[in-house]
């Protein structure tokens, strides 16, 4: 029987020194990644963007300051592994790019969305070219090559959020890294970035390199797409918020797409949606731990709770839109939604009344952003930011009686604002002040996991 192929990532805690990269590489090895995905080094994408902030308000200082703090994560790493000049060359070659790019921010005090892309990059591009030093290190009889990913992982052209086109990568996949799939190649290669037709850098969001991982196992039909961090698998709740927290051995498609969408920052939201669609089997474990079980998100689980897991999204939005024309009349909602089409954004939550829409988005979406000021000319415009999407996710949930009684009972003193319930048999959610949503959590957590 042939052996089954494997896209393996690691996040930037599995990437966060040389512990934890050659622990890492040993996950790799054991378990026979075909192609492996990896994140920036821990904190490297923040440092980045820093560096961009620092370029465009024109203190210089800082971004040396901040380039330093880049320069040395990278350095001491090498130092342990006692990498030779060729890897230090290399390495040092993209260092120069990050500082010859915030040069450029900080000459024009501006930083375009093309400029930033290519800036944020650089954190893969550095991780996965020294990663692929440590894991070729570990491997005797396997070919380890580094790969750059922007060969295969076209997007379009919108800068800092590019959408993978899928058609095109499989197409590529099956050009440039059929030798992990027949030959004795392991490829080593970047999350979170892609590339136009027209060789332009992209990124494909915050946090995509789960993402990149899941397109590229699609692109290539691998058996398994694994999601290397830093906890055991997919928790009841974060473990952050609540210590208390249970590891999952198995969880739904849908509800950990649920769960991912409404705030569980253990996989970027788009995640499955590639798996899915091309039948990848997904298992998220802990590279500090590989020998625990992890989670396996599954077509179909053993049991069905009604309240498997719970999660918060912060940093939300509520719009409520007003206006007398909508009563019974017809095409008002339609204007509107077609005002945020045209601006690109996404709504996450929606409720409406006769003469009222209310809705939730992130707070990110507003800023620069002439969203607002249009809306305002179909209807009365309320923001109110500073909020927080708190969900319960599970089965049935739109169906059991008392359900709702429970959950506001243990909510007692918290001011509820919108709440959610009915569109999805997987999902209640509702919103309340960003201060009050860990409390929230964790007293849902007692009453309905334990
Ligand atoms: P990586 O760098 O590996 O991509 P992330 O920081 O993006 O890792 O995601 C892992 C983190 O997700 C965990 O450290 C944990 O705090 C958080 N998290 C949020 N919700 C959950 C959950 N339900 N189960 C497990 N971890 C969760
Ligand atoms: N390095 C990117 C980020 O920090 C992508 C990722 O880690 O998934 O957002
Ligand atoms: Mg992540």
Redesign the pocket.
């Known amino acids: 029987m042939s052996e089954k192929i494997i896209v393996a990532k ?5 990437m966060a020194d040389l512990t934890a990269m050659k622990r890492s590489a040993s996950v790799s090895r054991d378990q026979k990644a075909n192609v492996v995905v990896v ?1 920036a080094v ?1 904190g490297v994408t923040n440092l980045l963007i820093a560096l961009s902030e620092n370029a465009c308000k024109h203190a210089w200082e800082n971004v040396e300051q901040v380039y330093d703090e880049i320069v040395l994560k990278h350095h001491s790493i090498l130092e342990q592994m006692q990498a030779d000049d060729t890897l230090y060359s290399q390495v040092d070659e993209l260092l120069k790019q990050a500082k010859t790019l915030a040069h450029g921010m900080f000459l024009l005090r501006e930083c375009s969305l093309k400029a930033y892309d290519s800036l944020v990059s650089l954190g893969e591009r550095l991780s996965s070219t020294i990663f692929a030093q440590v894991l070729a290190n570990e491997y005797t009889g396997k070919d380890v090559q580094w790969f750059d990913v922007r060969k295969v992982m076209r997007t379009d052209d919108d800068y800092t959020k590019a959408k993978p086109q899928i058609e095109e990568i499989a197409q590529l996949c099956n050009k440039h890294l059929i030798d992990a799939k027949y030959g004795n190649t392991v490829f080593v290669t970047q999350g979170f970035i892609g590339s136009t037709s027209d060789e332009m850098t992209t990124t494909l969001g915050r ?1 995509g ?2 993402y990149s991982a899941a397109l590229l196992a699609e692109g290539l039909g691998a058996d398994i797409l694994q ?5 055991a ?8 918020i609540v210590p208390e ?1 249970r ?1 999952l051995g198995e969880i739904t498609y849908s509800e950990a797409a649920e ?1 991912a969408t409404f ?6 939201p788009t995640t499955l949606t590639p798996a899915l669609r091309s039948n990848v089997q997904v298992f ?1 474990g802990s590279s500090y731990e590989p020998n625990e079980p992890g989670t396996w998100i599954k077509t179909e689980t053993e049991s069905t709770p009604l309240v498997r ?1 719970m ?1 918060m999204r912060k940093g939300q939005s509520l719009l409520t839109l007003s206006t007398p024309k909508m009563l019974h009349s017809h095409g008002f909602l339609y204007e509107i939604f077609k005002v945020f089409n045209d601006f690109k954004v996404s709504i996450d939550s929606i409720t409406t009344s006769e003469i009222s829409v209310a809705l939730t988005l992130d707070d990110s979406t507003l800023l620069n952003s002439k969203i607002i000021e249009t809306l305002g000319t179909l209807c009365d415009v309320k923001v109110e930011e500073g909020l927080s999407l708190v969900s319960l996710i599970g089965n049935d949930i739109n169906h059991t009686p008392n359900l709702a009684a429970k959950i506001f009972n243990s909510l007692e003193g918290i001011n509820v604002r919108m709440i959610c319930l009915g569109a999805s048999k997987h999902n209640f959610c509702f919103l309340v002040k960003e201060s009050e949503a860990t409390e929230c959590i964790q007293r849902l957590h007692k009453e309905f996991i334990g």
């Open positions: 690691f996040g930037g805690s599995s994140s821990y946090g390199s789960d999601i290397w961090t830093d906890v698998g997919i928790a009841t709740t974060d473990p952050r927290a590891l769960l705030g569980a920052k253990i996989l970027h998220v897991a999660a």
